[in-house]
């Protein structure tokens, strides 16, 4: 069984490869890169990207405890559907996957019905309740690839100061969702002129910037290695900017709704704009925009965060937090960052690839003759209509339902499987 993908423009942001070849893949390895090739099976990809398979390093699968929101069945075709053949999953489902049984449930799980791979995040602290660390070590031993008690901040500088040097020692790298909760006071949307106009309680952005400041100081001290997740506001970004000019081992990502939207979509999409941390204003958008550009950002994750059409149908106040992603990552990528030369493809293709599975050594997001056979096959001038009935997700939870992308995925190769193509 052979699989070559012919004619496409073959791009491998971190060789800088950019030509036009012929894709063969052997079994789950690629076999050759180069013309005149041709396999068994045959993807033409014409007027397309072939790029290595997208890496996400935050998604919420929801797996186990919440199956009507994703399973990591349906939450791994949204990705293949999106593009992404490596995910990192997070760590705060019911129960939270703070033990080594927790992590091999979610390898075996994955085994059984995922098509792309699942790299799981465990938590930092048992019961993410930021009091008591988790077995790291062991942790690691069984296959976790960070920690992290993403959905809330760990709020004992103390503790945090610990998990730091326990995950340095291990060798894990600690993903940061940073958030001051006793500034949170039931806040729904970002504090500013909109959310007074609306009458909607405030997330002042020091909610963000105060933890930002306060865990990269504490990656400092302890030498470790600290992600920050979900960036969105200027402030949050120049305290990130700093700290890599004074050499802390300080990484960052941002979502594709950073970028796109300012809270102004709160009056037109709803519960469907809210997200924590939220949508910001106009010159935050800059500011991320900026930070992608200059490298301050160091790669695009989705925080892909499915919840069921009931959960979202209530008042704005008592919805949950949070919005899907993986489905409409690469069109926005596209339209909202390359289409106007915010940053060039070979950058924007570098941010969702070789850059986050470089931040925790992933063995993803290259495409080299000897390397794993995960591919993406992409149409850059295509252009959409997003369609939430159309999503693989389980769930619809989206802003951006009608809105017109650029950029669209014709196949996903995990593992040298087809786990995706696009139907004529
Ligand atoms: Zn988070």
Known sequence: MSLAIVNGHVMDPASGLSEIANVLIDGTTIAKIGTKLTGTEVIDARDCIVCPGFVDLHVHFREPGQESKETIATGSRAAARGGFTSVVTMANTQPPIDNGGMIEFVHRRAREIACIKIWPAACATKGRAGQEMTEMAELKAVGAVAVTDDGSDI?????????????????????????????????????????????????????????????????????????????????????????????????????????????????????????????????????????????????????HAPHTFSEKDVEFALAPFGIVGLETALGLILTGLVEPGTIPLERALALITSAPAQILGLPAGRLYEGGPADVTVFNPKTEWTVDPEQFASLSRNTPFAGHRLRGLVQASVCDGDVVYQLSK
């Open 155 to 303: 709020a004992s500088s103390w503790v945090l100061r610990r998990v730091l040097e326990y995950a340095n020692m291990c060798g894990l790298t600690y993903l940061a969702h940073c958030e001051d909760a006793t500034l949170m006071e039931g806040g729904v949307m970002n504090e500013g002129y909109n959310s007074t106009k609306l009458g909607l309680p405030g997330l002042p952005k020091a909610m963000e910037e105060i933890r930002i400041d306060r865990n990269v100081r504490l990656a400092a001290m302890t030498g470790a290695k600290i992600h920050i997740q979900h960036v969105s506001t200027t402030e949050g970004l120049d305290i990130i900017r700093r700290a890599k000019e004074r050499g802390v081992r300080v990484t960052c990502e941002t979502a594709p709704h950073y970028w796109t939207l300012t809270d102004d979509a709160v009056t037109d999409y709803g519960t469907n704009a809210k997200m924590n941390p939220p949508l910001r204003e106009a010159e935050d958008v800059a500011a991320i925009k900026q930070g992608l550009a200059d490298g301050t950002i160091d790669c695009i994750a989705t925080d």
